[in-house]
């Protein structure tokens, strides 16, 4: 989200269309609002409505937009659903009791997903999206740690730390600036785009609040192997004695994985894994924001971190930044849960995957791209201009491809892999075959005009796709 500052004074008013001005004496607007100054009265609603629709209507297409993780479309029935709750504030417990069991039958439906050995003791919430759910799984880590080391702690000689690979999504960063705990990053290695368990273990010592696994990679969609990063943990400890839990930041893979890999562990089926998020507005299929936070047990969960909320007269506890939070989104996702059942995602999610790896090979027999990965973890997959293309570059072909609507960002590797550039491609249930084979068509179209360029043609990288992880 941008942090907006207020933008030179426009004197402009917005321009009205005379049917909403002149040509309307019912609506009766006899002067144009101004942009960035709260008008000084009312208008008719259908004015107010037109004025924000047209205005909107250069906003990109988000079914075609490759670059999100976020769901984009919805079955109507969800929608009006969403519609019929939109007053609804998730923290009134006490006043909307029917979404607060909703909300605790999904924690429940992930615990058992999950594998929670005792799905009875898991402690869990809905959240604003995967960043809320990582900004609170980090605080419980951060507590247990200095909760251990109280007798040195605070102290300049401990300073905490969390270990993760350079690849971690923002929020890591996020939580770690906000929290005051030193992010120690795994770098990137020749064609390892991701964490390294033994590489992790190594940097984890008494400071070591605990050590996340990403499942599945932001940059590439790959999946962190999070069983051979507890193994190593777990010869750490044998070692030397110190016991770090693991997070599964499983903000897109977590509602994979257990459809599509169920042989795959990398749950609570880990005794080290004590916490698991995902984003339920991602592979989760419901439209943002919603996220989830699950802990093992209570242990994993310190006592002084949750807040008790009124529920029928009794205490509801609750773990959350913000208070007030849409109801319609948790519903939703019980609404999906419902709808769906295992089989009904194992579906989507396998439509999803087979048509990130029919378009990857697609994309590699161009012959102009050299795929890194190939959408057979998450349904993403990334890849750069094979060796010995120089005329073009991977921001050439993210700006040429939005003069046909398609949004697909590209991007630099972090250390040490900074001499990378990608593009990449994530396909979410609404992204079909047809739309797939488009895609190609598309792209298939404009090499001919890359090839004879000069160069590459893009010079700022950062603004060429405005993308942030
Ligand atoms: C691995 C990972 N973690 C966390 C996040 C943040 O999730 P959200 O957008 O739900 O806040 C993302 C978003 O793409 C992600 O890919």
Redesign the pocket.
Known sequence: MPLHHAPQRDERPLSVNPFLGPANPIGDMTQAPPKHRMPDGPMAPTTAYQLVHDELMLDGNARLNLAT??TTWMEPEAGLLMAECRDKNMIDKDEYPRTAELERRCVSMLADLWHAPDPSAVVGCST?????A?MLAGMALKHRWSGRNADRYPSKDARPNLVMGVN??V?WEKFCTFWEVEARQVPMEGDRFHLDPRAAAEMCDENTIGVVG?M???FDGSYEPVADLCAALDELQERTGLDVPVHV?G??GAMVAPFLDEDLVWDFRLPRVASINT?G??YGLVYP?V?WALWRDADALPEELVFRVNYLGGDMPTFALNFSRPGAQVVAQYYSFLRLGRDGYRAVQQASRDVAGGLAGRIAELGDFRLLTRGDELPVFAFTTAPGVTAFDVFDVSRRMRENGWLVPAYTFPANREDLSVLRVVCRNGFSEDLADLFVEDLTRLLPELRQQPQPLVRDKNAATGFH?
């Open positions: 993780f976020v604003t999206g995967s960043s809320e990582c971690v999504q929020c990403v599945g990679s932001t930041d903000a897109s984003s507005h991602k924001g996220g992880h």
